[in-house]
Nanobody
């Protein structure tokens, strides 16, 4: 009923850039808040960046000044521009959406399937 599809992950050298995208399925009318999370092997999933329904953005300290979150509300697409990548950024990156209105009804919380980001030193 709701799909969030991430893309843009890959292998990059330290100092490089990647741009992640998260596209919601066509059944989605609107999304309140969205965020990017990541999970490295053996670690808990952590919030990377978040954009609220009012377009207020927040970032974890480790990515401030390097990552930029943005969204296209008309197309229900979430982006994460990642510059100055470091090996410690290596993880599976997940898109999260909250407060989703669709043709099937309202949904509180949805996750994408994840996209792998690997940064080599």
């Amino acid at each position: 009923q709701v799909q969030l599809v991430e893309s843009g992950g890959g292998l990059v050298q330290a100092g490089g850039s990647l741009r992640l995208s998260c596209t919601a399925s066509e059944s989605v009318f609107s999304i309140n808040a969205m965020g990017w999370y990541r999970q490295a092997p053996g670690k808990q999933r952590e919030l990377v960046a978040h954009v609220s329904g009012g377009d207020k953005t927040t970032y974890r300290d480790a990515v401030k000044g390097r990552f930029t979150i943005s969204r296209d509300n008309a197309k229900n697409i979430l982006y994460l521009q990642m510059n100055g990548l470091k090996p410690e950024d290596t993880a599976v990156y997940y898109c999260n959406a909250r407060g989703i209105v669709t043709t099937y009804g309202h949904f509180d919380d949805y996750w994408g399937q994840g996209t792998q980001v690997t940064v080599s030193s």
